[in-house]
């Protein structure tokens, strides 16, 4: 009996060793047994020059039924009131004046006998007269002017107000007003004109419409900069700190960045095309084991540092791919991946003791330095400013700013440009496309990415060469992944083809 127990306690422990995470659950047969569990990846050990789409190894397995980001819902615009006619609004509390204008002006309180009633008219039982006391006078005449009872002047159906700090109920302050009767007409036209000075009610509603239609500003063609830091309720906001900690990031990308030459004066065996396949490989780990979108751009930025002073061979570049993956995932993830899972989706390619020293190697050469600033750190503020002066603020905007900034992580060239601009051309570049009629940038964005157009214009013209490439794509994962419906199909959206140059000109920022 003890051999068994001893076996199975040994059995029990080897296996949970091995144990997977639910991503990719073991089944009775192991992980091999059905078809709808996750296949092993194939090692990128033999990555050429070309990009094949064969080559690749396919995401095998279901990643769960991933409900769709609803946005939040939208409360229906306010209609708004009419205003009533100054004549009604006259009849009806002047109709309530008359029932309380009979009463007496002065109310006296009666002596205790007359209250309680003589000794005589209790003889009689005749009930003694009520006189009404201060508490009964607003049960029979309520307030005489009432805030809530009068729209305030804004676009009413029948005026236009320019002045709107004059209230309402400021200019019904007249002891006039308390005697208005039906009959004093000389009464109600002195009102009338009062209100109309203060209100100042066109006679013309048809021209004062045109003249504000005349002068209202274009929604992208806003002069003025809208406040993104104003909710300081909201702790995850940061309001107080926001634009000190974005300065911070600022000055902190310039000594984070890669090299922007290593592939020519370090690396001998790997070129611009493998790294693009490692990259793309790692799009669609990140995707099967659900990693936020910090992971994949940390991931990318460990790699380029790394191999900015390191030679490495092209048997190795997958090597350094997961490990940099596994170091971004314990900086991100609530849990990350084990090694030994990274180990299995490379199909056992590499040991897990190849995985730990590469990641110490990484650790070493970068000095533990895992801070850095990327282009999804600076999206995330650059969108909220853009969606700031909109009507209607969608999750588009947002979700094709993200698919574009992903299209620039597999290309090279782009290592040139900071990711501060980045994220500012994938803003200027998504507008462009949601609206190409619009002018895409406006002074907000301007304050807030501290960017013009002008400096914007070569980026966004290689972001929207990426655009243009078609869905047959030797890489495919960023374009796959975002033409899900949780993310609103963003990747079929249809770029133009051509970018007006005005769009580029700083006179309207």
Same mark, same amino acid.
């Given at each position: 009996?003890?051999?068994?127990?001893?076996?199975?306690?040994?059995?029990?422990?080897?296996?949970?060793? +091995?144990?997977?995470?639910?991503?990719?659950?073991?089944?009775?047969?192991?992980?091999?047994?059905?078809?709808?569990?996750?296949?092993?990846?194939?090692?990128?050990?033999?990555?050429?020059?070309?990009?094949?789409?064969?080559?690749?190894?396919?995401?095998?397995?279901?990643?769960?039924?991933?409900?769709?980001?609803?946005?939040?819902?939208?409360?229906?615009?306010?209609?708004?009131?009419?205003?009533?006619?100054?004549?009604?609004?006259?009849?009806s509390v002047s109709s309530s004046i008359r029932g309380?204008?009979?009463? =007496?002006?002065?109310?006296?309180?009666?002596?205790?006998?007359?209250?309680?009633?003589?000794?005589?008219?209790? %003889?009689?039982?005749?009930?003694?007269?009520?006189?009404?006391?201060?508490?009964?006078?607003?049960?029979?005449?309520?307030?005489?002017?009432?805030?809530?009872?009068?729209?305030? =002047?804004?676009?009413?159906?029948?005026?236009?107000?320019?002045?709107?700090?004059?209230?309402?109920?400021?200019?019904?302050?007249?002891?006039?007003?308390?005697?208005?009767? &039906?009959?004093?007409?000389?009464?109600?036209?002195?009102?009338?004109?009062r209100t109309s000075e203060h209100l100042r009610i066109?006679?013309?509603?048809?021209?004062?419409?045109?003249?504000?239609?005349?002068?209202?500003?274009?929604?992208?063609?806003?002069?003025?900069?809208?406040?993104?830091?104003?909710?300081?309720?909201?702790?995850?906001?940061?309001?107080?700190?926001?634009?000190?900690?974005?300065?911070?990031?600022?000055?902190?990308?310039?000594?984070?960045?890669?090299?922007?030459? @290593?592939?020519?004066?370090?690396?001998?065996?790997?070129?611009?095309?493998?790294?693009?396949?490692?990259?793309?490989?790692?799009?669609?780990?990140?995707?099967?084991?659900?990693?936020?979108?910090? +992971?994949?751009?940390?991931?990318?930025? /460990?790699?380029?540092?790394?191999?900015?002073?390191?030679?490495?061979?092209?048997?190795?570049?997958?090597?350094?791919?997961?490990?940099?993956?596994?170091?971004?995932?314990? /900086?991100?993830?609530?849990?990350?991946?084990?090694?030994?899972?990274?180990?299995?989706?490379?199909?056992?390619?590499?040991?897990?003791?190849?995985?730990?020293?590469?990641?110490?190697?990484?650790? &070493?050469?970068?000095?533990?330095?895992?801070?850095?600033?990327?282009?999804?750190? @600076?999206?995330?503020?650059?969108?909220?400013?853009?969606?700031?002066?909109?009507?209607?603020?969608?999750?588009?905007?947002?979700?094709?700013?993200?698919?574009?900034?992903?299209?620039?992580?597999?290309? /090279?060239?782009?290592?040139? /440009?900071?990711?501060?601009?980045?994220?500012?051309?994938?803003?200027?570049?998504?507008?462009?496309?949601?609206?190409?009629?619009?002018?895409?940038?406006?002074?907000?964005?301007?304050?807030?990415?501290?960017?013009?157009?002008?400096?914007?214009?070569? *980026?966004?013209?290689?972001? %929207?060469?990426?655009?243009?490439?078609?869905?047959?794509?030797?890489?495919?994962?960023?374009?796959?992944?975002?033409?899900? %419906?949780?993310?609103?199909?963003?990747?079929?959206?249809? *770029?133009?083809?051509?970018?007006?140059?005005?769009?580029?000109?700083?006179?309207?920022?």
């Amino acid at each position: 009996m003890s051999t068994i127990a001893a076996s199975r306690r040994s059995s029990s422990s080897s296996s949970s060793a +091995t144990a997977k995470r639910p991503a990719i659950a073991d089944g009775p047969g192991g992980p091999k047994a059905t078809a709808a569990q996750a296949k092993k990846r194939v090692a990128l050990g033999n990555i050429t020059n070309v990009a094949a789409r064969g080559g690749r190894a396919s995401v095998g397995g279901s990643l769960g039924n991933v409900m769709a980001p609803t946005s939040s819902a939208k409360l229906n615009p306010t209609v708004p009131l009419k205003k009533p006619s100054l004549a009604t609004s006259a009849r009806s509390v002047s109709s309530s004046i008359r029932g309380s204008a009979d009463k =007496p002006a002065s109310i006296k309180p009666a002596p205790p006998v007359a209250r309680h009633g003589s000794a005589t008219q209790r %003889h009689n039982n005749v009930p003694p007269p009520k006189v009404p006391t201060i508490a009964d006078v607003p049960s029979r005449a309520p307030a005489l002017v009432s805030c809530t009872g009068l729209v305030s =002047p804004g676009r009413s159906g029948d005026s236009v107000s320019s002045d709107e700090t004059m209230s309402t109920c400021d200019s019904m302050k007249s002891p006039d007003f308390e005697y208005v009767d &039906n009959q004093d007409t000389s009464m109600l036209a002195s009102l009338q004109r009062r209100t109309s000075e203060h209100l100042r009610i066109s006679e013309d509603r048809d021209v004062e419409e045109n003249k504000r239609k005349k002068n209202a500003v274009a929604p992208m063609e806003i002069d003025r900069i809208c406040d993104v830091d104003s909710e300081y309720e909201d702790p995850q906001l940061c309001a107080t700190l926001a634009s000190d900690i974005y300065m911070h990031l600022r000055e902190a990308e310039t000594k984070k960045r890669p090299s922007t030459d @290593f592939m020519e004066t370090i690396q001998k065996d790997v070129n611009p095309s493998m790294r693009a396949i490692l990259i793309d490989w790692l799009v669609e780990v990140a995707e099967e084991y659900r990693l936020v979108p910090d +992971t994949l751009y940390l991931t990318v930025n /460990y790699i380029d540092r790394y191999l900015s002073g390191n030679e490495i061979s092209r048997q190795r570049l997958q090597l350094l791919g997961v490990a940099c993956m596994l170091i971004a995932a314990k /900086y991100e993830e609530i849990c990350a991946p084990q090694v030994e899972e990274f180990c299995y989706i490379t199909d056992n390619t590499y040991f897990r003791d190849e995985v730990l020293d590469m990641e110490a190697s990484v650790l &070493n050469y970068l000095k533990f330095e895992m801070t850095a600033p990327t282009a999804k750190c @600076f999206l995330r503020r650059f969108a909220r400013a853009a969606q700031a002066c909109d009507e209607d603020p969608a999750l588009h905007l947002e979700f094709l700013a993200n698919y574009i900034a992903e299209l620039s992580l597999l290309e /090279y060239s782009l290592l040139s /440009y900071p990711p501060s601009l980045i994220a500012a051309s994938a803003i200027f570049l998504a507008r462009f496309i949601l609206q190409p009629t619009k002018y895409p940038w406006n002074s907000t964005l301007a304050h807030y990415t501290q960017y013009k157009p002008s400096k914007l214009s070569e *980026c966004v013209k290689a972001l %929207h060469r990426l655009c243009s490439v078609g869905s047959g794509s030797n890489l495919p994962a960023i374009r796959e992944k975002y033409s899900q %419906h949780k993310y609103k199909f963003v990747a079929k959206k249809q *770029c133009p083809p051509q970018i007006p140059t005005e769009f580029f000109r700083d006179t309207t920022c």
